[in-house]
């Protein structure tokens, strides 16, 4: 089955411990994101990655890295979270033609920082 | 950078009766997306307009894509309980170099 997988799904965690949100397709796309939602802000694009070792800054990438070392994987990592990093987080992924084609969602991971 | 205001942000209506949601873009847009998010869900695909002036069917939903490619619209005749949950317009900007950009979302709540 074609699909996005985030893990975790719901995690609770304190200011300034470090983690990993981790995001997966496997249908060979080459455009993954992540977004965040929050309540009167709709989604929010974190990062963005074209394909393998390509990433780029989405609207709010301040406190938030990511890596694409292979085509499947994209994961989000927190160095050092903060209580407003609070959210709803969801990846997404694409195919990747002459433009952005329909974007896949995963499930989303709900974050809560203390 | 490139906005994407959508309207309005809460829309309330009775099952039967039509809803439309509008976006409009401060840039000239590549393409615009549509999704549907229902409540406690993740958002969900419904259509891509490319095509200045475009207007695309699906059912009950008409979409439309402004000569301009600055403004959008979702239009929902004879709105059913099955509607109800956040349509959101997404809109890529010219030159596809920017990342996709959403609206804030437009609720859609139905009274039976």
């Known amino acids: 089955e074609a699909q996005v997988t985030q893990n975790p799904r719901y995690l609770i965690t304190v200011t300034g411990k470090k983690l990993t949100v981790t995001c997966s397709q496997n249908m060979n796309h080459e455009y993954m994101s992540w977004y965040r939602q929050d309540p009167g802000l709709g989604l929010r694009q974190i990062y963005y990655?074209?394909?393998?070792?390509?990433?780029d800054k989405g609207d709010v990438p301040e406190g938030y890295k990511v890596s694409r070392k292979e085509k499947r994987n994209f994961p989000l990592i927190l160095e050092s979270p903060s209580p407003n990093q609070t959210s709803l987080y969801f990846c997404a992924s694409s195919p990747l033609g002459s433009l952005t084609d329909t974007q896949y969602f995963g499930p989303g991971t709900r974050l809560t920082v203390l | 950078g490139q906005q994407v205001m959508q309207i309005p942000q809460y829309q309330h209506v009775q099952e039967g009766e039509d809803f439309t949601t509008y976006c409009n873009s401060s840039?000239?847009?590549?393409?615009i997306q549509w999704y549907k998010q229902r409540p406690g869900g993740h958002p969900v695909f419904l259509i891509q307009?490319?095509?200045?002036?475009e207007v695309k069917k699906q059912k009950r939903l008409t979409f439309q894509f402004g000569e301009a490619k600055k403004n959008s619209s979702l239009h929902i005749t004879a709105t059913q309980t099955t509607d109800v949950g956040t349509y959101f317009c997404a809109g890529l900007g010219g030159g596809g170099a920017d990342g996709l950009t959403f609206g804030k979302g437009t609720h859609l709540i139905i009274q039976p």
């Open positions: 990655s074209m394909n393998v070792e390509v990433t």
């Open positions: 307009l490319v095509k200045s002036g």
């Open positions: 840039t000239t847009l590549s393409n």
